[in-house]
């Protein structure tokens, strides 16, 4: 069984670029969670895509999007980077079953804007 | 709102010694809960989930309604116990499973 993968480990960034991160899901799951943990805090629910729909979002602005593709991985984009987005972004995924379903981690990317 | 609150930063104790490492949520629906675990450099690993009701590792963890608690208990500390810990909460029957983080307690085991 193959566990959850991100891509790539460390980014660095300055102000203002784009930047794609990337999750393949432990085999036979079906959804995909998002989450930022900035240094010393909790994750944070960015979002969740289940079958390629959004199916669920945390408190974060338009500017961070995500896609989920037929194979169930999935790409976390965030736009016009700020300071504050620096942060481990941890992807995780799931057998979604109306909640309450378990979440298995990825080892997460580590974004630095500069 | 889900809110999930860790009060302790830091716990240091010996080894040998018992654990409990504090964990209170805000929830209005039926919650289910869960333990996670970092191991250092390592990823965020499930340690136990209230709804399966077992012990891993020695670790238990009670559900605690009345109180809104769901803390984490061990008898006896070892080293290998030295990790940081997460209580998080998923509401059962939501659109989505988002899962709402405290935010963490790292626990020292000393010799």
């Known amino acids: 069984e193959t566990g959850v993968t991100q891509s790539p480990t460390h980014l660095i960034k300055t102000r203002g670029q784009q930047v794609t991160l990337r999750c393949s899901s432990q085999?036979?799951?079906?959804?995909v969670s998002w989450y930022q943990q900035a240094l010393g805090q909790g994750p944070q629910f960015i979002f969740q895509?289940?079958?390629?729909?959004?199916?669920g979002r945390g408190n974060f602005p338009p500017r961070f999007s995500g896609l989920q593709f037929p194979n169930y991985s999935s790409e976390l984009n965030v736009n016009a980077l700020e300071l504050d987005d620096s942060a481990l972004y941890l992807c995780?995924?799931?057998?979604?079953?109306?909640?309450?379903?378990?979440?298995?981690f990825g080892p997460g990317t580590r974004l630095t804007v500069l | 709102a889900q809110r999930v609150t860790q009060p302790e930063k830091l716990l240091s104790v010996f080894k040998g010694a018992p654990v409990e490492l504090k964990c209170n949520y805000s929830y209005s629906g039926s919650p289910e809960l869960f333990w996670y675990v970092q191991y250092s450099r390592q990823r965020l690993q499930l340690l136990l989930r209230?709804?399966s009701r077992e012990s891993i590792k020695g670790f238990t963890a009670d559900l605690n309604k009345g109180e809104t608690s769901f803390h984490l208990k061990k008898p006896f500390a070892q080293e290998e116990d030295s990790a940081m810990y997460y209580c998080a909460l998923s509401g059962l029957n939501n659109a989505g499973n988002m899962l709402t983080f405290g935010g963490g307690t790292r626990l020292m085991v000393k010799p």
């Open positions: 995780a995924s799931s057998n979604y079953l109306g909640g309450g379903d378990t979440q298995y």
């Open positions: 895509y289940y079958r390629e729909e959004e199916n």
């Open positions: 209230h709804i």
């Open positions: 085999s036979g799951h079906n959804t």
